[in-house]
Antibody, heavy 123, light 108 residues
Framework: QMQLVESGGGVVQPGRSLRLSCAAS????????MHWVRQAPGKGLQWVAG????????LYGDSAKGRFTVSRDTSKNTLFLQMTRLRADDTAIYYC????????????????WGQGTLVTVSS | EIVLTQSPATLSLSPGERATLSCRAS??????LAWYQQKPGQAPSLLIY???TRATGVPARFSGSGSGTDFTLTISSLEPDDFAVYYC??????????FGGGTKVEIK
């Protein structure tokens, strides 16, 4: 049974930085496009960022552009999200998500989800 | 950005009834649409992709239809476990993946 386990969440002051990690197991991590998706308390889902299977390219949602950086360490089967200049509206559960994949190496759909890590931005 | 509008926001039904959920896109997404189910306190799970293909292990009472801008998720006969929030998501514009706002299916 494949697993995605997020860590690194917590309470952080506005303007500070935080790094999230996601440990992947029981699937071939290097083969899959990976994402971060977030959900503010009581709200809907918002795609944050995605990264190619080989780490060669990355994509960002509008809320993350210029502030967040997604990366991956294939040797450690780990996905990261470096978040800087955090704001109150970044408060959310952050999910690490595997892409289902398709005929090409582009993003498709969100196939398997971790349980999420809560980030609270507050002074 | 492609905007997905889901309706209704809340659907109140009884077990055994048929549920019909709608997702409308601001521009054509061809068949590149998925549906997710989220139960309270849990991460979402993939139900349907490419508008009508059930994900592995999803019961046959869940079906998806549509193409272009109008899509429907149908639950043929609601089971107690089906009361949850459902989201649609497009990947037509894969550079900017977007979700709909969700439909909550609640027990009447």
């Amino acid at each position: 049974q494949m697993q995605l386990v997020e860590s690194g969440g917590g309470v952080v002051q506005p303007g500070r930085s935080l790094r999230l990690s996601c440990a992947a197991s029981d699937f071939t991590f290097k083969n899959n496009f990976m994402h971060w998706v977030r959900q503010a308390p009581g709200k809907g889902l918002q795609w944050v960022a995605g990264i190619w299977h080989d780490g060669s390219h990355s994509l960002y949602g509008d809320s993350a552009k210029g502030r967040f950086t997604v990366s991956r360490d294939t040797s450690k089967n780990t996905l990261f999200l470096q978040m800087t200049r955090l704001r109150a509206d970044d408060t959310a559960i952050y999910y690490c998500v595997r892409d289902r994949g398709g005929a090409d190496p582009l993003p498709y759909y969100f196939d398997s989800w971790g349980q999420g890590t809560l980030v609270t931005v507050s002074s | 950005e492609i905007v997905l509008t889901q309706s209704p926001a809340t659907l109140s039904l009884s077990p055994g009834e048929r549920a019909t959920l709608s997702c409308r896109a601001s521009q054509s997404v061809s068949i590149y649409l998925a549906w997710y189910q989220q139960k309270p306190g849990q991460a979402p799970s993939l139900l349907i992709y490419d508008a009508s293909t059930r994900a592995t292990g999803v019961p046959a009472r869940f079906s998806g239809s549509g193409s272009g801008t109008d899509f429907t998720l149908t639950i043929s006969s609601l089971e107690p476990d089906d009361f949850a929030v459902y989201y649609c998501q497009q990947r037509m514009n894969w550079r900017a993946l977007t979700f709909g706002g969700g439909t909550k299916v609640e027990i009447k």
